[in-house]
């Protein structure tokens, strides 16, 4: 139980040696009888203090500024005062002077931000998340170098312009586009955001900056382009490989890394007797539940024997991301498609080409990609001229009926 006590707040003059018909300005701060004095910085004619009333005479500007500089700080030393009484600290005359002039608290630099969030979160996001990570702070070091001429700064001094000073810095550099600047500030804020939960800072400043993102236009085969790439014949083992773990993921929806995940624990038998992937998204930890198509199951029969998966548990015989997609550029060459492939081609395929294009409802095709809300899911709804007019088609035909 706290014991009771007391607090006081006083203001009083001292007069300079040299100069005696001068004085300087100071505050007292009481608590249970031991007493502290805070200089306040500020000189005044000893003939126009007024002692018992505790503040200058007058109705000059100086007297003004003054009288409004005492009322301040009598108001941030009961603001002090309070902030420690709910902290439950044992109350000094120190205390709550540092808790005043600041000097109680450890004022954290942007630096010690990046470094604690690296720390913290490299067990938590996934290792592609925290690369992303690490080129916004590379960023942010060259920022502070280049144009504010410093390697570190507090987080305090972090404000609004230094805010949309990094976004211009961004969009100077020739290798961002708009979207990729847009990265970069949404990981910025977020950074700034963990560091007002931490209580490093009173205020965020990035809290006002809107995140200006473009529409970018969705890569996916048509349906003829998809059977062109099934039925090529490629020269090169590397690619024919490649086009068959594409074209499983076209038929499945799963991303890169789940695909290269993929093991046999991941296959069992679904509320149908038939095959599925019981798996969790990479990207997310989302649980998927994808029954195996035709398609994608013969393709799996193709590899169970690969040499290269051989005495382990994995299905597919899956690449690196880059050669992949270094792998799928080339077949997109020889099968003379005009678009730039990239393996998340075949998601956005099974999304558009595969499902929604054949009927499968929306609701649907939003689960089987492990979708948290169904808004992400009608982006590829918008895309599908052919749907678009399948459900024209049908609706003139009610209406004539």
Not at 33 to 54: C, D, M, Y
Not at 182 to 199: G, N, S, T, V, Y
Not at 281 to 305: F, G, M, Q
Request: glycine content about 2%; overall charge positive; some cysteine.
């Amino acid at each position: 139980m706290r014991t009771s006590q007391t607090f006081s707040i006083s203001f009083f003059i001292r007069k300079k040696k040299k100069q005696p018909e001068l004085a300087l300005l100071y505050a007292r701060v009481t608590v249970n009888s031991k007493s502290l004095e805070i200089s306040l910085k500020r000189t005044l004619p000893v003939n126009r203090w007024n002692q018992s009333a505790g503040k200058i005479l007058g109705n000059s500007a100086e007297s003004y500024q003054i009288n409004k500089k005492l009322d301040e700080t009598k108001a941030l030393l009961y603001k002090a005062y309070d902030s420690l009484l709910k902290e439950d600290q044992v109350i000094t005359a120190h205390l709550i002077k540092d808790r005043f002039l600041g000097t109680d608290q450890q004022h954290y630099t942007l630096l010690y931000l990046l470094s604690y969030h690296d720390q913290k979160m490299s067990d938590v996001l996934k290792y592609g998340t925290m690369e992303n990570y690490r080129t916004t702070e590379n960023y942010l070091k060259e920022y502070l170098k280049k144009q504010h001429r410093t390697s570190d700064i507090y987080l305090k001094q972090i404000d609004y312009q230094f805010t949309i000073g990094f976004e211009s810095y961004l969009r100077s550099l020739s290798s961002l586009q708009n979207n990729g600047v847009m990265k970069h500030m949404e990981r910025f804020k977020k950074l700034m955001r963990l560091a007002e939960h931490l209580d490093w800072i009173e205020k965020n400043p990035t809290v006002r900056f809107k995140l200006r993102f473009e529409q970018v236009d969705m890569v996916y085969l048509s349906k003829p382009e998809l059977e062109k790439i099934k039925s090529a014949e490629f020269e090169k083992d590397v690619l024919r490989i490649n086009r068959n773990i594409f074209v499983f993921a076209c038929y499945t929806g799963l991303a890169y890394a789940d695909v290269k995940a993929l093991n046999k624990n991941h296959l069992q038998f679904g509320i149908d007797g038939k095959k599925w992937i019981y798996t969790r998204r990479s990207k997310t930890n989302t649980a998927v539940r994808i029954p195996l198509l035709e398609e994608a199951e013969e393709i799996l029969n193709c590899y169970k024997d690969h040499p290269k998966i051989d005495g382990t548990e994995k299905l597919l015989p899956v690449y690196s991301n880059q050669k992949t997609n270094q792998y799928l550029k080339e077949i997109a060459d020889e099968v003379k498609i005009r678009k730039k492939l990239s393996f998340h081609t075949a998601r956005h395929t099974f999304a558009t080409t595969v499902t929604l294009a054949n009927g499968v409802p929306i609701e649907t095709v939003s689960k089987l990609l492990g979708h948290h809300k169904i808004s992400t899911t009608q982006i590829y709804a918008r895309v599908i001229d052919s749907k678009i007019s399948s459900d024209i088609d049908n609706l003139r035909a009610k209406l004539n009926d």
